[in-house]
């Protein structure tokens, strides 16, 4: 059962992965003088976009989302609107977190912005995919010992490694280096993107070697 659960993981893993690489790939040969420090927002929304669309599709493939209690189409769609909402919301939270960190507040919002989507994207998106429009799922996840299921464990682990990834990210900008991208946002949004594919790459393999402490976590 670790076998399967964990192979299947690895596949998810580096479909995502390599979605990134393509949305890095594919603007070189659809916009001009493409790079990801000159034209860095398009890089981050392209970014965005292709993980938000490969997740969604992976885990609705996996069947890893959590089942409906009903099928009507209204229930169905009250869980999008409900979905849809809460990014909403989560983007407006890291926004209001990074300008409290000390990104501008006027200047610059777009910029902000976009990282609060791109880290929503690494971070709630995932949480809506796996455990579906539910809070109370959210913080069980994320409190200690919440995990249960090798899925909860690997939220934990790349939502994490996103998010120290983007503060880790923010050293550079004040130093006095004069480099291309020391520039707003794109170190943090290079660092989120780095430690959202550490995350990928560490939780199967930390899963697999803390497989018997994991145990009692399975559903």
């Known amino acids: 059962m670790w076998d399967v659960e964990i192979r299947g993981m690895t596949s998810a893993h580096a479909i995502i992965a390599a979605s990134i690489f393509m949305a890095t790939v594919i603007p070189v040969v659809l916009v001009d003088n493409f790079s990801v420090y000159g034209t860095h927002l398009v890089w981050l929304y392209s970014v965005a976009c292709s993980v938000a669309v490969v997740n969604i599709a992976v885990f609705w493939l996996l069947g890893i989302s959590p ?10 769609l009250s869980r999008l609107i409900r979905s849809c909402v809460y990014f909403v919301l989560s983007c407006l939270f890291f926004h209001a977190v990074v300008v409290l960190y000390g990104a501008p507040l006027i200047e610059s919002a777009l910029e902000t912005f976009s990282l609060a989507v791109l880290l929503s994207t690494l971070t709630t998106l995932r949480c809506l995919c796996i455990l579906g429009p539910n809070v109370q799922a959210w913080i069980r996840v994320f409190s200690r010992d919440g995990a249960m299921s090798v899925w909860d464990t690997s939220l934990q682990i790349t939502s994490s490694c996103s998010i120290v990834g983007a503060w880790f990210g923010a050293f550079p900008i004040p130093l006095d280096w004069d480099r291309p991208w020391q520039v707003w946002p794109i170190s943090c949004s290079l660092g989120a993107t780095g430690g959202f594919l550490t995350g ?7 899963i697999r070697w803390h497989r018997k402490q994991l145990t009692y976590k399975l559903k």
Request: proline letters at 12%.
């Open 67 to 76: 089942p409906t209690k009903k099928n009507t189409l209204n229930y169905k």
């Open 200 to 206: 990928l790459l560490a939780a199967p393999l930390w």
